[in-house]
């Protein structure tokens, strides 16, 4: 494995070294799918290194998953305790936490299952620290709460940089990239909107993936490393939020040099909490609960009043078939049509069909054959 990462050290300080270029474009971008390539080769091997060890196996439960990821001994096990009155395991030292603890999180109507997983370490993605077994519980979450303490703040960055080694791309958008492989022809390039990307770029990229003819369809913008990642066809999308916790054991100044740092480092306001006295627990599960993009339907039955105790969660850009899937696997294909009161119509009982998109606190009739 030394061997493997050491080449990709050389190839990180070369591209590192070459200034960004029309003349460079086309070499960089064959190193960095090349440097892609050997990442992904060597996080494989890692997972499947070990001889049989167990991993975790975590049921989802819940209108959504989330996972604690920090370094050893931020205080995950005690932030999950007091969210969720689980009783995971809390201690001073490093590595407390030596499986998977899951809890329960209701908040505005959602059932949120967090978990609780042993402190990533530097090298996770390569395997280090049972990085393999971590990685993969993050890979299968809906959003992940990156945990870091007031005196190593800077773990962050190696936080990011191991999801991002992983295959895990966090708080952006997945690109708009369709590649269609063909057996002749050559690469044509088709973008809808500006595309800063030339048809050189493309195909040496495409080149170190062994790829020689294809259609590739580009909607918006998209960078070198966009289109590598859509070739790889391995990535994962995450929300995520940062919570900076144990404020309670700095003085304001320095609390405010660190939200003010990392917001300029990140783009997002970090969450200065302390699990220990409880500290902006609240605005914590508010923040959650917004990062996971959730809506409330509230249904109505055919005869009789919308329920409007208890909402159905739903995350934003549902449609009715998706309420549909999640009631019973018989209304999909029994849906004749639906009556929408809400925000998401133009008018108050309107009826619609089956692929209408929801909006937040939208009432629902659902009219299926008897």
Not at 60 to 72: H, I, M, N, R
Not at 248 to 261: G, H, Q, V
Request: charged share 30%; with cysteine; net charge negative.
């Amino acid at each position: 494995m030394a061997g493997i990462e050491d080449q990709i050290k050389e190839i990180e300080d070369e591209i590192q070294n070459t200034v960004y270029n029309k003349a460079t474009s086309k070499h960089i971008g064959r190193l960095k799918a090349k440097l892609a390539k050997m990442k992904e080769d060597a996080v494989n091997r890692a997972m499947k290194a070990g001889g049989g060890g167990e991993g975790y196996a975590v049921k989802k439960s819940g209108d959504a998953t989330v996972v604690l990821v920090g370094f050893p001994s931020t205080g995950k096990s005690t932030l999950l305790n007091v969210l969720t009155g689980t009783e995971s395991e809390t201690g001073a030292y490093a590595f407390t936490t030596l499986t998977v603890v899951p809890g329960a999180l209701e908040h505005k109507g959602a059932k949120i299952q967090l978990l609780d997983i042993p402190g990533l370490i530097a090298g996770a993605a390569m395997g280090k620290g049972r990085g393999k077994e971590v990685i993969a519980v993050v890979r299968n979450a809906d959003m992940i709460v990156l945990l870091v303490d007031v005196f190593n703040e800077k773990h962050v960055d190696v936080l990011f940089r191991e999801l991002y080694d992983a295959g895990i791309r966090v708080n952006v958008p997945r690109p708009d990239i369709t590649i269609k492989k063909t057996s002749r022809g050559g690469v044509r390039l088709n973008a809808v909107g500006s595309l800063d990307l030339d048809i050189e770029e493309v195909r040496s990229i495409l080149t170190e993936n062994r790829i020689a003819s294809a259609d590739i369809l580009i909607r918006g913008n998209a960078t070198q490393d966009d289109l590598i990642d859509a070739i790889m066809g391995s990535r994962v999308y995450v929300p995520a939020i940062i919570a900076v916790n144990k404020v309670d054991l700095i003085d304001e100044a320095d609390r405010k040099k660190i939200e003010e740092d990392l917001t300029e480092r990140f783009g997002q306001n970090p969450l200065m909490i302390s699990a220990a006295t409880g500290y902006h627990m609240e605005e914590l599960k508010d923040a959650v609960y917004d990062a996971l993009g959730f809506i409330r339907i509230f249904l109505k039955p055919q005869s009789g009043p919308a329920d409007l105790d208890e909402p159905l969660i739903m995350r934003t850009g549902s449609k009715i078939e998706d309420v549909c899937r999640k009631l019973h696997r018989d209304f999909v294909d029994k849906f004749r049509y639906a009556r929408i009161w809400g925000t998401s119509v133009k008018h108050e009982a309107q009826r619609v069909g089956i692929a209408h998109s929801l909006a937040d606190e939208d009432i629902l009739q659902i009219i299926i054959e008897r």
